[in-house]
């Protein structure tokens, strides 16, 4: 069973690729968690969680509804986390994950993937998406590989850096900048709703037409990057720069 949380695809896309090759079933946790459903997950024994990497760890929203939804039948837990540099020592807090719920902990994989965080970096225009991705393949061929052996991934890096952004940086992060109220529409926006569908934490309504945002928001960037209309900007902070979104890049 693969569980996959994904904000403007990368992650998606890799639970698709490892998928097709296991003969596996995905949850999509973004209607999961989307819809506060909890209800028990049964699988035969592996579960394999496919996430981005906020703020070198699993998404909060990602941990929060694990802690709460019994995954009855499982033995095993693999973690493939995409990025756009580094996932920090996400690894150790995964492991605490596969402890809490009495997993066997098969580690976690690092994919270099497209850069989406644009409240803060620059997303890559689409042809260079394409060179990161068509780079990353091998890196997922090697999971799929580990996953259908039975194998423990290869350890990721662990330096002090890495301890320090996964462990002191993380939560200062999510209580400083993970905030929704630097978000607004330009009047390109149609008041179509998109943004509105794609937020996975129902943080977004429209009111008179028009998206207001909430205090509920995780920084998936699903509805600046998902705009059709390019109207949705973070502060300055988004202005003038590409939208990802990995549907746009049309790969086969």
């Not at 179509?192 to 569908?197: A, D, E, F, I, R």
Request: glycine letters at 6%.
């Amino acid at each position: 069973m693969i569980l996959c949380y994904s904000g403007t695809g990368n992650s998606r896309y890799i639970a698709r690729r490892i998928a097709d090759e296991l003969h596996d079933e995905i949850i999509d946790l973004n209607e999961r968690i989307k819809g506060q459903n909890t209800n028990a997950l049964h699988t035969e024994s592996d579960v394999i969680v496919v996430v981005p990497t906020y703020a070198w760890r699993v998404p909060r929203v990602v941990s929060d509804w694990l802690a709460q939804t019994e995954l009855d039948g499982a033995r095993r837990i693999w973690f493939v986390m995409n990025c756009g540099s580094e996932i920090g020592n996400a690894s150790d807090y995964n492991r605490r994950i596969a402890d809490e719920k009495k997993l066997e902990y098969m580690g976690t994989a690092q994919i270099i993937m497209p850069e989406n965080y644009i409240a803060m970096f620059n997303a890559p225009d689409a042809e260079e998406a394409k060179q990161i991705i068509a780079k990353a393949e091998p890196d997922i061929d090697k999971v799929i590989e580990c996953i259908r052996n039975g194998q423990k991934l290869a350890p990721t890096r662990c330096n002090l850096y890495d301890r320090f952004m996964s462990g002191a940086v993380n939560p200062i992060f999510y209580k400083f900048i993970v905030k929704a109220r630097a978000f607004r529409v330009d009047d390109r926006c149609t008041g179509c709703g998109l943004c509105v569908k794609e937020c996975p934490l129902n943080n977004i309504e429209l009111c008179n037409g028009k998206p207001v945002w909430g205090d509920a928001c995780t920084h998936c960037m699903a509805c600046i990057c998902y705009c059709h209309a390019e109207a949705v900007e973070y502060g300055r902070k988004s202005v003038g720069k590409p939208r990802y979104k990995i549907e746009g890049l049309q790969i086969d």
